[in-house]
């Protein structure tokens, strides 16, 4: 007997009302969402919005005094295999998109931080693709080196558009590169696409080349950067760290020193990466290092290299498979430092404001581990 | 003894001799099986493979840091040892010991690093959340893990990673695979201090 | 054991079963067979009743020490310091048990929603309090609660001793409207000047009424069940069904995530919040929350927290109400699952009239919500797994309710094999996955 379950019947319910919301009228609809604005302003809550809890982490009040210009929210590193091979990697990246989506108010755009796919198959891009059209607000993509190395970004550009790319938003120069080159170790090997796939997408895997930037996209980079001045704000999104913290697990960039310099001349530089699926935090003179988190598992974090602003996050609990992942924001400062938000999922918020990586670790310090990694 | 008597006897002493017989058919067959297991993986690869049989090693080496096992080549010292059967070494045994234990490990690694040889059904293999074998800390078992109700092994904590984030089926203790999958996540703590019941 | 039962009391069931669908679809619980219980108001057994059948279970045990089999080191864990075990006391805390002197209408004491012949739980969805008044919140057993770390679904109670003073003066339950009041009820009684004395070697004050309430719950341990026997080396204590139910309790079904069972914590909860998605079926989490943290700044105290989780809909935030975590919103605490069989219905707001459905929402994952926890994952048990690890929870009953147990287990039978509403097999074998419909395929 085919019944309908209680789950259905709400699914139902709240299928229709999102339809219904999709027919309001445009002044009707902008009546709404500036009630809702309007009560969250009068409650003088503070970012990171759909509500304020009284036990948020510390950064997030400290920041409460300088409030910010904008915010954009983010998921990364999905890997995901095509449904019928596994449902929890492609229910996580569905739950980060219905977070994202339940942001009231919208951010202004959502950024994904790369390795939508993970062994990139046309099938796990494609479903990826599917599942990140409901995003609500403007999505922005990144290639990770899950999504390139099966056939170097053939599907990704089809997909997606060009791998590198800059925009500028509300006085920010965003500026997106594709920093997962590596050097030829393929052809030599006599490797075919997909070895080559599998060894790129061992994390712990020694045949396959440091990450880079590369000449061409340095160069393209200088250029990008030509015409702005030094006081521009300006956030680079990388997948790999654009720094040196651990060659054996790729959480490097081989050209780290010479991007670095390009970005030298700027005031204040923000650079937010994928690839390390953990609350990571650095400071290299004038550029400030955020970590993404991912949705589908958490790395450990690396025996040796650990920058010394990075307090880690607890160590996940492996009983809960949704335990150190999660999806967040970023609230982005009339300077152009931000104040990055880990909405790991099933635990506090953790913010790491700009007070803490503008004083260098003195202030604004987000809470400790109760648990280290080991 | 009268006739019955032997003849009972006879028969007492007959189905005890074939019970022990079965006992023992059944004790042996048990014995084969994990031996048999053993030809499962790494002799099936060699037979299919018998031009790369040599090269396994190698290439596992290549692609995954592996800890080398302890250096025994002090045993070779020493006026003690020279010329008697027991308590003598040479260079050989040494060289034998460092490979077949090297084959184990390296074996572990060929296994940790795949989904497929762990059984798993999701496409998820250990090096996913445990790159290197970091963070398996083989060093802090036995401890009480409230999750699995009792006290956990490495071997228990291994079989459930095996069972939920892999979804496969759990190892036998005896099976190769487990054995090969202990030595080489123990080879990758080399050196840290044993600290059982640490959380 | 429990099914050999079974089948001979099949008819009667199936037709007690027909007439508790229709009382299913009320608000109201599975009900008791006709005659034999004498009741008193809001459906309660009479107190003389009740405690006949409490002196039939405790027997002659000496409660006044540790239960027996427990370890005595763990069992001082259990008992504050300011308030020893001691026979005067037990009996004092026993009386204030049955004080309905205790509520505004005099109609309404501890043994009304926790009765001890419906396994120290009234057995209804949610709880009926003064004035027929309904709560939001399903009463949990008072069995065994000497071995929990706090009190309250959302755990807003840290003590027994604490716990039991609140329900007397929350509006909806005992409805005193201060302490002084219900001081005052019992204050110029004889006989409980005499028992506070003797007891305490104080006056009547309200304090005291919840350690003396305090000491009467923690005598009422309950852990032999054909499992524990089973566990302590009884190979035949209980059926090849519940092994395997208990095989799959630590495997396939990870039950034993969050509800750890062994010889030293017999209980089966961990003890902490777990939003399993029971209190997302209803409500939109965010702007819940967001009412609640104004309202608990407007008025932080305990009372207020104590009212806005039994009488508004700001209840279904759960530890969220406590904490004000935001990793707490929707989240409960892992109920106790010794004696689970009679203590149905089942999850915070009695939702889940039997331990089928309790099965079914499992298996399915939960409920999707942005809360979820991680741990509720899709299971695709098949049905004989399902009977199987039902059967086990069954056996999870002491052996002095073995009657109840099995009057309960036909029952939830009956029903179950009526009305499955809870059961997605789609969810369950992982066919469609949750926050589908939500977004993309």
């Known amino acids: ?61 400290a920041a409460g005094a300088d409030k910010p210009a904008f915010r954009f929210a983010y998921i ?63 999505l922005k993509m990144m290639v990770g080196e899950h999504d390139w190395y099966l056939d170097m970004g053939e599907r990704w550009r089809k997909l997606f558009g060009k791998p590198t790319y800059s925009w500028d938003h509300k006085g920010v120069h965003f500026v997106v590169l594709m920093s997962v080159m590596e050097r030829d170790f393929w052809t030599k090997r006599g490797l075919t696409p997909m070895e080559r796939m599998t060894t790129v997408a061992g ?66 530089v923000v650079v937010i990466h ?45 009983f809960n498979p949704n335990d150190g992942c999660g999806d967040g924001e970023v609230l982005v400062h009339v300077d152009g430092l931000i104040d990055k938000v880990y909405n790991l999922w099933n635990r506090n918020p953790i913010t790491v404001a700009k007070g803490y990586t503008a004083s260098s670790g003195t202030k604004c310090i987000p809470p400790k581990p109760n648990r280290p990694g080991y | 003894m009268s006739p019955d ?40 690869w060699q037979r299919k493979n018998p031009d790369r049989a040599a090269q396994w090693i190698k290439e596992e080496k290549a692609r995954h840091k592996i800890r080398p096992p302890a250096d025994n080549r002090h045993l070779l010292t020493g006026d003690q040892g020279k010329g008697h059967v027991y308590g003598s070494y040479t260079e050989r045994d040494i060289l034998m010991w460092a490979r077949e234990t090297e084959k184990l490990v390296v074996e572990g690694s060929r296994i940790f690093h795949s989904a497929k040889l762990l059984g798993g059904t999701v496409g998820v293999s250990c090096d996913m959340c445990h790159p290197d074998a970091a963070n398996t800390h083989p060093e802090t078992y036995p401890k009480f893990q409230a999750q699995m109700g009792r006290v956990a092994l490495l071997r228990d904590m291994v079989n459930w990673c095996i069972e939920h984030p892999v979804r496969g089926k759990g190892l036998a203790a005896d099976d190769p695979r487990m054995r090969a999958l202990e030595a080489y996540i123990t080879a990758q703590r080399k050196g840290t201090p044993l600290e059982y019941g640490k959380h | 054991m429990i099914f050999r039962n079974a089948p001979r009391r099949l008819t009667a069931s199936t037709t007690i079963g027909v007439v508790l669908l229709a009382m299913l679809c009320g608000a109201s619980a599975l009900a008791e067979p006709a ?133 007397i003066t929350n509006p909806i339950e005992m409805g005193m409207p201060d302490e002084a009041a219900a001081v005052k009820a019992i204050a110029s009684d004889a006989s409980y000047q005499k028992a506070f004395k003797a007891a305490y070697g104080r006056d009547v004050n309200f304090q005291d009424i919840g350690r003396a309430m305090g000491v009467f719950e923690r005598t009422l341990v309950f852990i032999d069940s054909p499992f524990r026997r089973f566990l302590t ?65 407007a008025d932080p105290s305990e009372k207020k927290l104590d009212e806005l989780a039994l009488s508004t809909e700001m209840g279904e935030l759960g530890r969220f ?121």
């Open chain 3, 321 to 441: 109400m406590v904490t004000k975590n935001r990793s707490d919103i929707g989240a409960f605490r892992t109920s106790l699952l010794l004696n689970v069989g009679i203590t149905g219905p089942y999850m915070h707001d009695g939702s889940l009239p039997t331990l089928w459905d309790v099965m079914d929402h499992y298996n399915k994952g939960g409920e999707a919500n942005a809360f979820l926890d991680g741990g509720v994952e899709p299971l695709a048990l098949t049905e004989r797994e399902i009977d199987q690890v039902v059967a086990f929870m069954f056996s999870l009953t002491d052996d002095r309710f073995a009657a109840e147990n099995r009057r309960q287990f036909a029952l939830q039978k009956a029903a179950a094999s009526k009305s499955r509403k809870f059961r997605d097999d789609d969810l369950a074998f992982r066919r469609k996955i949750a926050f589908e419909s939500r977004g993309a395929k």
């Open chain 1, 274 to 318: 994928g690839h390390t699926h953990q609350l990571l935090t650095n400071r290299i003179g004038n550029i400030h290092f955020h970590g993404l988190l991912s949705t589908a598992w958490p790395w450990p974090y690396a025996p040796q290299g650990m920058p010394e602003l990075t307090i880690q996050m607890s160590r996940p609990d492996p």
């Open chain 2, 5 to 44: 008597a032997r003849k009972a006897l006879v028969v007492l002493v007959s189905v005890l001799i074939a019970v022990g017989i079965w006992g023992c058919a059944e004790q042996v067959e048990t014995d084969q099986a994990p031996k048999a297991l053993v030809q499962t993986h790494m002799a099936q």
């Open chain 3, 35 to 167: 005659g034999g219980v004498p009741r008193d108001a809001h459906g309660a057994a009479r107190p003389e009743y009740q405690l006949r059948q409490l002196a039939k279970l405790v027997g002659s045990a000496d409660q006044a020490g540790v239960p027996p089999g427990f370890d005595p080191q763990v069992w001082a864990a259990f008992v504050p310091a300011d308030n020893a075990t001691t026979p005067e006391r037990i009996a004092l805390g026993r009386k204030l048990y049955f004080e309905k002197r205790l509520s505004r209408d005099g109609t309404v004491s501890c043994a009304t929603c926790h009765d001890v012949t419906r396994g120290f739980t009234d057995q209804r969805k949610v709880s009926e309090g003064i004035g027929g008044k309904l709560g939001t919140r399903n009463a949990p057993t008072v069995l065994n609660t000497a071995l929990l770390q706090t009190l309250f679904l959302d755990g807003r109670s840290p003590t027994l001793d604490h716990q039991a003073r609140m329900p």
């Open chain 1, 76 to 138: 990364s590193d999905s890997h995901l295999y095509e449904r019928k091979i596994n449902d929890r990697f492609v229910r996580a990246l569905l739950r980060a998109v219905e977070d994202v989506n339940a942001l009231d108010p919208q951010p202004d755009f959502v950024f994904y931080g790369g390795d939508l796919a993970q062994l990139g198959q046309a099938a796990e891009l494609e479903l990826g693709a599917q599942i990140l059209k409901s995003v609500k607000a403007p």
């Open chain 3, 233 to 297: 080396g009884e190979a035949k204590a209980v059926s090849a069904d519940v092994k395997a139910g208990w095989d799959l309790f630590n495997g396939k079904a990870r039950c034993v995530t969050c509800h750890p069972m062994n010889l030293s914590n017999p209980l089966g909860t961990d003890n902490r919040f777990h939003n399993i998605g029971v209190s997302a079926r209803h409500q939109d989490f965010n702007s819940l929350a967001r009412r609640a943290l104004k309202a608990l700044k």
């Open chain 1, 1 to 61: 007997m085919k019944r309908k379950s209680v789950e259905t019947e709400y699914m139902e319910d709240r299928a229709a009302l999102y339809r219904s919301l999709a027919k309001l009228d445009r002044r009707s609809f902008l009546k709404v969402s500036a009630a809702a604005a309007g009560a969250v302003l009068a409650k003088g809550l503070v970012p990171p919005h759909s509500f304020a809890p009284v036990s948020v982490a510390q950064g997030a009040e």
């Open chain 1, 203 to 268: 994390l712990d895997n020694g045949m396959q080349s440091p990450f880079m930037v590369g000449e061409k996209q340095r160069q393209w980079l200088k250029n990008d950067l030509s015409r702005l001045a030094d006081n521009t704000p300006l956030i680079v999104f990388s997948h790999s760290p654009l720094y040196k913290l651990y060659k054996n697990w790729n959480f490097w960039t081989d050209d780290a020193e010479e991007v670095q310099a390009i970005l030298k001349r700027f005031e204040n």
